[in-house]
């Protein structure tokens, strides 16, 4: 048993509370990583506030990033001193885990948001008494234990710091683009919100060779960076009605759409601005049990609705093929991440949800 320094979240919407608490040795298939980063993910702060309501107290935080410091029995797929990033949890029984398709695990809810390991047990402990874990991992702290089906082995010669948002939120975005729609070359797609997950759907579809690649946000700094990454048209609703201006651009509408905001009213917008035969993805994460009012008419009409867990993503597969992207040039998700300590957490938060940082990284080894 190790003790360690975390981030704790005691109480629907309070503060988080850097304190003491102990981890467990790692279990049999299980990995101990001495963390040295982590992202501060939407996820994350809809957690704390208990949108999703997962057991409190507990360590949130799911993209993290760090070094493996021990493993336990029968891993064998990383080794102490590996650097690796941190993602999703899955069971790997399950038909769709076997399938190849983990991101749809049965057990996602259940290993994900639930609050315990695999095997319904805690590693997390403080004063005698269970502290919950989230997305497997709990990286808001110096520590995590981890399935090894959590942990995605990466090169050393990329900076550690950078790594772990990879994990989660900016997975999601590309991944929406490059695992789940696959776009044509020279096809029109428009994302809605460019906060993390939207920048990096925009750098996907850059990738995908989309070439109208439209940006939508009220923010116009952000709707800039859109630009520098890779936009080639960009809206703030305040300023013009989005679908009218979309069908304008785009000569009567969008062949893709990626919903990032969590509200519904935008969902409908990515909705009715698509041409015939278009896709629109779903990313954001509203809370349980929110309601959206579609035309059925519209979608009967070969359009499509599609719903995307971390960017239908393998892991293992997609975040070194982002690595290789991002040395070669071609995925500066560098310019989302603004650093700070594990201390200034509650300042970081503060900053995500006003926009003042795209997405914050807590250097914390």
Known sequence: ???????????????????????????????????????????????????????????????????????????SSVKPGDHVVMSYSSCGDCSNCRSGDPYACNQFFELNFTGTMKDGSCRLHQDGRDVHNFFGQSSFANFSIVSERNVVKVPKDVPLDLLGPLGCGIQTGSGAVLNKLKPKVGSSIVIFGCGAVGLSAVMGAKVASCTTIIAIDFNESRLELAKE????????????????????????????????????????????????????????????????????????????????LLGSAVPQMFIPKLIELYKQGKFPFDKLIKFYSLEEINQASADSESGVTIKPVLKIG
């Open 1 to 75: 048993m190790l003790r360690t320094k975390a981030a704790v979240t005691h109480g629907k919407g309070e503060s988080f509370k850097i304190e003491d608490i102990t981890i467990d040795d790692p279990k049999v298939g299980e990995v101990l990583v001495r963390i040295q980063a982590t992202g501060i993910c939407h996820t994350d702060l809809i957690v704390r506030d208990q949108y999703y309501p997962v057991p409190l107290p507990a360590v949130l935080g799911h993209e993290g990033s760090g070094i493996v410091e021990k493993v336990g029995e029968g891993v």
């Open 229 to 308: 990454l890779g936009a080639t048209h960009t809206i703030n609703p305040k300023d013009t009605n989005s679908v009218e201006e979309i069908q304008k651009i785009t000569g009567g509408g969008v062949n893709y759409s990626i919903e990032t905001t969590s509200r519904p009213e935008v969902l409908r917008q990515a909705v009715d601005c698509l041409a015939t035969l278009g896709q629109a993805v779903v990313i954001g994460a509203p809370p349980v049990g929110t309601e959206v009012h579609l035309d059925v008419n519209t979608i009967l009409f070969e359009r499509s609705v599609i719903g995307v």
